[in-house]
């Protein structure tokens, strides 16, 4: 087990997954974990992430040196390589130069942790101090122009640093690095696989349930339809998997979920029809948190009516969406909420009613325990839809009229997609409906009418993304059937941001 001690970056969950990509199991926990339950967990080593503060702020987190004198490697990232050369004795100063984003690595040194590492590489770089004086005993491996001490290490104990982010897709050698410093620097055993996920989870499952019932929050995406699926393995009629339309789906998806639940997965979906509800609680909102607050109390409160006084409430809640609320395990910073942790939802966590099997795993982890539990490509491959639906697509109010504008974009967008065989080889493709209308000439005559942005990206795991290059054809393709068969549409555009410093979703 490799244990990653969580200094606040939003990345932490991303080191985790990384290292058990490597079939080595991770956990997280914070940064000032206690020593004793840190030498009583055996780590094989040790990671620090990296985090917000500047390790002479105040109240920025610090780590306590005896965490470097447990005998195991320890790996410290960004600001976890600041902490430990601050608790070393070392000086972290402000750099001249804030790197963010690609740097170009140099190779000084040959080390067993930069083993089939090329002596120049892409990295991935995001703080603005650096490691000014090496502590004693330390030496330097690889600098980038803007900062001479990139990868560090200790002579005399498998203590490492690296001033970048291994864990993000954008570094080149990132997963090489993890896998040295896991496999052979720690000498984990890759033994952890997602069959034992799978047994381990079901037995937990049932032990906690006991006899109880499970009210399943069911959407048709892939996140709640493994979930529905690991859950029925585990207690069969026992579950009870509920889709509520609130008005803001796609196209006939209600219809569609239930359809698929029955005719492939061999279990059934209740449906309540809740959408007006939900569109007279969004009437006259413009504000994106805003949006998913109201959407967030409304689905709980209508579960809460389906609730029995002893039943448990399960969700397909994935680390993604915790990690962007709050922080689990440390002080990593909120960016936006999400409909599965408003109050009430959290309130029933606390009453330890709340069964998130899938709340440490990322999209690709799911997708994989997916495969294992047997559930047909066709429902794992569909891209992921977020659970306010089309709100948060629509920027602005939502209305009737803006919903089947956006409704008939993305049957086109998605029809269009598909023809071309790009659906499975991109993430995630959709149209947002913006509030900016523009002036068009159709039949000769003016026109004013709203603007439809196109997001395509490419991730392997929800936490960064890039921007899809389509080819220009299918773009054009998309755009001239949007116009054309959509009415109050005479624009489209293509968004080309990546995340960071963009979200996936607009709102």
Known sequence: MILVLDFGSQYNQLIARKVRQLNVFSQIVPFDYPVEKIRALKPEGIILSGGPASIYADNAPRLAREVLELGVPVLGICYGLQAT????????????????????????????????????????????????????????????????????????????????????????????????????????????????????????????????????????????????????????????????????????????????????????????????????????????????????????????????????????????????????????????????????????????????????????????????????HAVLGRHPFPGPGLAIRILGEVTPERLAILRQADVITIEEIRAAGLYDSIWQCFPVLLPIQSVGVMGDERTYEYTIAIRAVHSVDGMTADWSRLPYEVLARISNRIINETRGINRVVYDISSKPPSTIEWE
Not at 92 to 121: K, T, W
Not at 319 to 334: C, L, N, R
């Open 85 to 376: 050369a601050h608790a070393l004795g070392g000086h972290v100063a402000a750099s001249p130069f804030r790197e963010y984003g690609f740097a170009q690595l140099h190779i000084s040194r040959s080390d067993p942790l930069l083993d089939e590492v090329a002596d120049e590489s892409q990295v991935w770089m995001s703080h603005g101090d650096s490691v000014e004086r090496l502590p004693e005993d330390f030496i330097t491996l690889a600098r980038t122009a803007n900062c001479p001490h990139t990868i560090v290490r200790h002579t005399q104990r498998p203590i490492y640093g690296f001033q970048f982010h291994p864990e993000v897709h954008h570094t080149t050698y990132g997963n090489q690095l993890l896998a040295n410093f896991v496999l052979n620097i720690c000498g984990a055993k890759p033994t952890w696989r997602m069959a034992s996920f799978i047994e381990s989870e079901t037995a937990a499952i049932r032990a906690r349930v006991g006899r109880h019932r499970v009210l399943c929050a069911t959407s048709g995406g892939v996140d709640s339809t493994t979930l529905a699926v690991l859950l029925h393995r585990a207690l069969g009629d026992q579950l009870r998997c509920v889709l509520i339309d609130n008005g803001v789906l796609r196209h006939r998806e209600a219809e569609q979920v239930c359809t698929m639940f029955r005719e492939h997965l061999g279990f059934e979906v209740e449906l309540i029809d809740a959408g007006a509800a939900f569109l007279e609680l969004l009437r006259g909102v413009t504000d994106p948190e805003e949006k998913r607050r109201r959407i967030g109390r409304k689905f709980i409160e209508l579960f809460l009516a389906e609730l029995g006084p002893d039943d448990f409430l399960a969700q397909g809640t994935l680390y993604p969406d915790v990690i962007e609320t709050v922080s689990t395990a440390g002080p990593s910073a909120h960016i936006k909420t999400h409909h599965n942790r408003v109050q009430e939802v959290l309130d029933l966590i606390e009453q330890d009613r709340v069964i998130e099997p899938l709340a440490d795993l990322f999209k690709d982890e799911v997708r994989a325990l997916g495969e294992a539990l047997g559930i047909p």
